[in-house]
């Protein structure tokens, strides 16, 4: 039983391995093929520029008479 026990974690490691080396040869390959560029400064991302725009108001055409206020004295 033991032994059944010790194949198993064996090939586990043995899949697990052989998997992230063929990841790691992927990337080394797309690295070979394809170079990184050379540093370029960020460009700073502009911040959007939001306009508050206002609804027109329709103009009054008749304006009432102006009121009188008294003042107390």
Avoid: Q
């Amino acid at each position: 039983m033991f032994i059944g026990i010790l194949y198993l974690l064996l090939t586990f490691l043995f899949c697990f391995i052989l998997v992230h080396l063929i990841k790691l040869a992927y990337l080394g390959v797309s690295y070979i093929k394809k170079p990184p560029k050379a540093e370029e400064k960020p460009t700073p991302k502009k911040e959007p520029v939001y306009y508050i725009v206002e609804k027109k108001r329709a103009k009054k055409a008749n304006y009432s008479d102006p009121k009188e206020i008294e003042f107390k004295k």
